[in-house]
């Protein structure tokens, strides 16, 4: 039976995990970075790579132990190759290569966005193809039909802040802190999702291409036109969580229309949510109420999948090692690599 070893280095979680046919991921850590970066309001890439490097042994020895095995007894490691930031890339990159060669076992280099999107088949290996696959997280908004496996065909994209980074930057206009998708979902949760209506930007023209960087301005000027007008709506908790909900539930219907258009408009029976903010409980309702209406199949990853982890790049590296691939140890971490 095989047992691949996952890297995930791509951001701010330095993840390792073991999948071992038959028996699926048996070990997977996650190391956090977040109370570094929320000083900042966000990821610093310098400050990321550098504790890539601290954590990234320790994870994987951490990682086998936890699967009771020694590095002899992996048959092949996968690692994440992009999109994500080229430093922290390099990291995960450099050990996975190291341990391929050292131990004399295939190598294969993951797209990102491939891993969290098989993360909803290993979840829920009854996923059948094909299906739509909308990729929502702090660095990417992606829309796919995965026609069959290893196929993906982009569908649209957003064409500025990807839908987490849109949360991350109203929550430090709001004053709530880092990491803010779900600092604002927590917040939102009491208040009123129509106390504003903003902007929803939708693309014309039968596009599934995404937009969030209006919705963000906008709510920068709806609190400068209240501090304009000797109104501070920050110092009121209620008025706070009214603007967070009604911030979200823009957002959050962005994402869900604009995934179940392209659903109904290629065919697909079936919508896998996946990444960081498929966490997002307001759009997993949304997601259900939609899809349920139209008859349309609703697969969601358990939050742990969801988030950046080494687990679903373990199970991506397995299925890519069953069809018989490998990757050159000349290949390079890209940071806008594509996936169609």
Same mark, same amino acid.
């Given at each position: 039976m095989k047992k691949i070893l996952g890297i995930e280095t791509s951001c701010d979680e330095t993840a390792a995990a073991v999948y071992e046919e038959g028996k699926g991921i048996i070990s997977s850590l996650i190391s956090s970075q977040?109370?570094?970066?929320?000083?900042?309001?966000?990821?610093?890439?310098?400050?990321?790579?550098?504790?890539?490097?601290?954590?990234?042994? /320790?994870?994987?020895?951490?990682?086998?132990?936890? !699967?009771? #095995?020694?590095?002899?007894?992996?048959?092949? +490691?996968?690692? @994440? +190759?992009? /999109?994500? #930031?080229?430093?922290? $890339?390099?990291?995960?990159?450099?050990? =996975?290569? =190291?341990?391929?060669?050292?131990?004399?076992?295939?190598?294969?280099?993951?797209?990102?966005?491939?891993?969290?999107? #098989?993360?909803? #088949?290993?979840?829920? /290996?009854?996923?059948?193809?094909?299906?739509?696959?909308?990729?929502?997280?702090?660095?990417? @908004?992606?829309?796919f039909q995965v026609q069959e496996e290893g196929r993906y065909r982009l569908l649209g994209r957003t064409?500025?802040?990807? !839908?987490?980074?849109?949360?991350?930057?109203? !929550?430090? $206009?709001?004053?709530?802190?880092?990491?803010?998708?779900?600092?604002?979902?927590?917040?939102?949760?009491?208040?009123?999702?129509?106390?504003?209506r903003f902007p929803r930007g939708m693309m014309g023209n039968g596009s599934f291409d995404f937009s969030f960087s209006g919705l963000k301005t906008a709510v920068h000027y709806y609190l400068e036109e209240r501090r304009a007008r000797g109104e501070y709506p920050l110092k009121d908790e209620q008025r706070r969580a009214d603007i967070a909900a009604s911030f979200q539930q823009a957002a959050i219907e962005m994402c869900a229309k604009t995934a179940l258009r392209a659903a109904k408009a290629t065919g697909s029976p079936r919508i896998a949510l996946v990444g960081g903010v498929a966490c997002n409980g307001a759009l997993r309702a949304l997601m259900r109420q939609l899809t349920e209406k139209e008859g349309i199949a609703l697969h969601c990853p358990q939050p742990g999948l969801c988030t950046d982890n080494a687990a679903m790049i373990a199970f991506a590296g397995w299925r890519r090692l069953a069809r018989g691939e490998r990757s050159p140890f000349s290949l390079n971490a890209a940071a806008r690599l594509p996936l169609a």
């Open positions: 977040v109370d570094i970066h929320a000083h900042f309001g966000g990821v610093v890439p310098e400050l990321a790579s550098r504790r890539h490097l601290e954590m990234i042994y /320790p994870i994987v020895e951490q990682a086998l132990s936890g !699967a009771s #095995l020694d590095l002899s007894a992996i048959e092949g +490691v996968a690692v @994440t +190759v992009g /999109p994500g #930031l080229i430093g922290s $890339l390099l990291v995960g990159l450099s050990v =996975a290569k =190291a341990v391929a060669y050292v131990e004399r076992i295939p190598f294969l280099g993951i797209n990102h966005l491939e891993g969290h999107i #098989l993360a909803a #088949l290993l979840d829920d /290996p009854s996923l059948s193809y094909p299906f739509t696959a909308l990729v929502v997280s702090g660095g990417h @908004t992606h829309l064409r500025d802040d990807a !839908a987490g980074e849109a949360f991350d930057k109203v !929550a430090k $206009l709001l004053g709530l802190g880092y990491p803010g998708g779900p600092i604002i979902e927590k917040v939102a949760q009491s208040g009123n999702p129509g106390y504003v």
